[in-house]
Every structure is written in C-alpha cells, then in structure tokens.
Nanobody, 122 residues
Framework: VQLQASGGGLVQPGGSLRLSCVVS????????IGWFRQAPGKEREWLSC????????HYADSMKGRFTVSRDNAKNTVYLQMNSLLPEDTAIYFC????????????????WGQGTQVTVSS
C-alpha cells in the first residue's frame, strides 16, 4: 500500500494549488483518504477527508470555503484544491488512508504518504 502526494510548491498569498495523492495497492473506494498538514513547531493538523464508499467530503471548520477535496477512482487519485492561500497555510501536506468510513483523527489512519511542501510567500 502506497500513497504519493505531489503538487506542492511556492505560491503567492491569494494564489491556488492543487495537491494530488496517488494511491496504489488498494481500491480507493474501500478507504477514506484524509489530508493533513504540519507546520514547523506545530502539531499535525487534520484538514479534510473524503469518505470511502460514497465519497462524501468533510472539512475542518477553518478550511471550509477555501479547500475542496475530490477523488477520481479511475486514476486512483485524490485531490485537494486549495484557494485563497495564506502565509499561515505554509506546511508539509500529507495524505493518508484509513479503512474507516471517515476519520479526523490521525492515529486512526493506517497508511501515510511522504508529504509535499507548500510555501505561501510573496
């Protein structure tokens, strides 16, 4: 089982990025995929989750309206579209998989990708 996150980079405040998480070794619809981030000196923060089976989406309150999670089952890929980025969004972003229907709790995730750096700066 592997997850490969990509799409990070340097973006100006107010800009957008789309992160991708390509999964292999399991069927996307049987696992919920979560997005987390971790900034230097801070705890890992849950951002969003797209549920197994029905693909319903869930967001941390602070992300609603700016971030959108989606998935393409045919490509085994989950996306995180991030708009109106702020300097405080700077962090390493991770995708992870859990065999639960949904979770916003990092210890419940079984598999993790390696992370992709997002830097928001002018």
């Amino acid at each position: 089982v592997q997850l490969q996150a990509s799409g990070g980079g340097l973006v100006q405040p107010g800009g957008s990025l789309r992160l991708s998480c390509v999964v292999s070794g399991f069927t996307l619809g049987y696992y919920a995929i979560g997005w987390f981030r971790q900034a230097p000196g801070k705890e890992r923060e849950w951002l969003s989750c797209i549920s197994s089976r029905d693909g319903s989406t869930h967001y941390a309150d602070s992300m609603k309206g700016r971030f959108t999670v989606s998935r393409d089952n045919a490509k085994n890929t989950v996306y995180l579209q991030m708009n109106s980025l702020l300097p405080e969004d700077t962090a390493i972003y991770f995708c992870a998989a859990t065999n639960l229907y949904y979770s916003d709790y990092a210890p419940e995730y079984d598999y993790w990708g390696q992370g992709t750096q997002v830097t928001v700066s002018s």
